[in-house]
Antibody, heavy 118, light 110 residues
Framework: QVQLVQSGPEMKKSGASVKVSCKAS????????ITWVRQAPGQGLEWMGW????????DYAQRVQGRVTMTTDTSRRTAYMELRSLRSDDTAVYYC???????????WGQGTLVTVSS | QSALTQPASVSGSPGQSITISCSGT?????????LSWYQQHPGKAPKLVIY???QRPSGVSNRFSGSMSGNTASLTISGLQAEDEALYYC??????????FGGGTKLTVL
């Protein structure tokens, strides 16, 4: 079955960087964008961006533009999301998901908690 | 861009039907809907329950249905069950290669 498995929780200091991975299985990795969505504690979902494993084309949300880089390694069937210059309000669960069609996502990874402390 | 507007909470008794609305603007829902809907249980990842405004993914109960009218989309859950208690989010493409989500609606099954 289609599955996305993410890397484990991270604890970082303000100003540091974090890189979260998302390993795909059960489908042709190159054929679908991977999107990243985050959820701060007790808050709603925030779309961060997506990447095409086939072309490496990315689109990022304005709020994280300049601090985020999404990449893929097709040989490892893995997508990565790196966020730099971390701030306390970056504390959130980060999810990857496969993009289907124009704007819907299925399935989702299990989530990776990133905690940023000063 | 502002989030799509959803009610903070809705509730219903087992067996009843409830509807969750999701309002946008002509720049998102009005132009690029159909919408998607996601169900999220506490501590779990979101799960797609409706896409394309009214399409159900394989495995999703036919008690879930979606509809659209102008700049507003709706998710209806009929025959409420205890397992339906969760957070529900709508999302829409914005036309600038971005996506926005609604603020989320907490469904309580009484």
């Amino acid at each position: 079955q289609v599955q996305l498995v993410q890397s484990g929780p991270e604890m970082k200091k303000s100003g540091a960087s974090v890189k979260v991975s998302c390993k795909a299985s059960g489908y042709i990795f190159a054929n679908s964008y991977i999107t990243w969505v985050r959820q701060a504690p007790g808050q709603g979902l925030e779309w961060m961006g997506w990447i095409s494993p086939n072309t490496a084309k990315t689109d990022y949300a304005q709020r994280v533009q300049g601090r985020v880089t999404m990449t893929t390694d097709t040989s490892r069937r893995t997508a990565y999301m790196e966020l730099r210059s971390l701030r306390s309000d970056d504390t959130a669960v980060y999810y990857c998901a496969r993009r289907l069609g124009q704007d819907y996502f299925d399935p989702w990874g299990q989530g990776t908690l990133v905690t940023v402390s000063s | 861009q502002s989030a799509l507007t959803q009610p903070a909470s809705v509730s219903g008794s087992p067996g009843q039907s409830i509807t969750i609305s999701c309002s946008g603007t002509s720049s998102d829902v009005g132009s690029y809907g159909p919408l998607s809907w996601y169900q999220q249980h506490p501590g779990k990842a979101p799960k797609l329950v409706i896409y394309g405004g009214s399409q159900r993914p394989s495995g999703v109960s036919n008690r879930f249905s979606g509809s659209m009218s102008g700049n507003t989309a709706s998710l209806t859950i009929s025959g409420l069950q205890a397992e339906d208690e969760a957070l529900y989010y709508c999302s829409s493409y914005t036309g600038t290669n971005t996506v926005i989500f609604g603020g989320g609606t907490k469904l309580t099954v009484l």
